[in-house]
């Protein structure tokens, strides 16, 4: 049985990402991510302006007269969800839990690739590959989706990136829209993450906290990493500490930006204390423009 808690906290995100979505996000998820192709749909009577390309030579000396073949675009598309569930996602300073924020983006994506009548599928891990939903369409299956996200208890607490990009690469074998959500604080995924950008559209979203990239002034404070369980005592009261550890969130971030860029991945940065929804309509504006 499902707990009333869960299920408030479902419905929220729901009514929240739903608005969202078709006030917002719809349409520039369309523009942005393209079906695979062209399917054919009708022939038609030639009209001045149109194509002579695509005139049906076939048809049109059978009825005396000129027809153009008509297509669609084939607009279902699988969209996968990889979602990082390590113990660090346990981690926010501001107005919400790195992970509770990635639940919130998956069920933004999830509703949007919906809207669009596509399929989404999803790809939980740590260190290890924890749960796989197959892609389907329709609501009741992302209101699955999204439930397994929020309602999920990680075995593992580490982070491999390589882990969930491999198994994408294993239960998948056609081109898929895949957003790897994760804070991305682990090493050694630039081999995968090379691999899957040839085969699939890949876009990384970065889930951060401030207190990652600037640490705050409280005098003695004992750290712990949610991933290894070591403790840390850290004078935050002194300026050459919060200095060093500034500079090592800035060239963590750098150096993995300059991979995506690299790649040419489009990525997303998103905090815990910012609202995201611009920074999402803002990704969709600029790729659109691109493409």
């Known amino acids: 049985m499902i707990p009333k ?7 929220k995100i729901e009514i929240v990402t739903n608005r ?29 302006g149109d194509d002579v390309r695509l005139i049906d030579w076939n048809v049109s000396a059978r009825q005396g007269d000129l027809f ?3 297509y669609v675009e084939e607009r279902e598309l699988t969209v996968i969800l990889l979602v990082d569930a390590s113990a660090s996602g346990t981690f926010g300073t501001r107005k919400r839990f790195k992970n509770e924020l990635i639940a919130e983006l998956s069920a933004l994506l999830a509703f949007s690739a919906i ?14 590959v924890e749960k796989f939903i197959p892609a389907k369409k329709g609501k009741k299956h992302v209101l699955r989706v999204i439930m397994e996200i929020l309602n999920f208890r990680p075995k593992g ?7 969930g990009l491999t198994y994408l690469d294993r239960i998948s074998n056609r081109k898929s829209v895949a957003f790897l959500l994760s804070d991305f604080l682990t090493e050694g995924f630039e081999k995968a993450i090379g691999i899957m950008s040839r085969k699939h559209d890949l876009i990384p979203i970065v889930v951060s906290d401030p207190a990652e990239e600037e640490l705050p002034n409280i005098g003695l404070a004992h750290l712990e990493d949610p991933e290894t369980g070591e403790l840390y005592l850290i004078d935050t009261s002194s300026p050459r500490v919060r200095r060093k550890f500034a500079e090592q969130a800035q ?22 204390d910012r609202p995201y929804l611009m920074a999402l309509v803002n990704y969709f504006r600029i790729r659109a423009q691109r493409y």
């Open 5 to 11: 808690e869960l299920i408030k906290k479902i419905r």
């Open 20 to 48: 969202m979505v078709n006030e917002q996000l719809a349409g520039r998820y369309h523009s942005v991510f393209k079906g695979q192709g062209m399917d054919f749909d009708e022939v038609r009577q030639y009209q001045p």
């Open 68 to 70: 153009i073949k008509r």
């Open 115 to 128: 809207k669009n009548n596509d399929r989404v599928g999803l790809i939980i891990f740590t260190d290890r």
């Open 157 to 163: 607490r580490g982070t491999d990136l390589s882990v």
């Open 251 to 272: 060239r963590e971030r750098f150096i993995r930006e300059s991979l995506f860029r690299r790649l040419r991945l489009d990525f997303i940065n998103i905090r815990t």
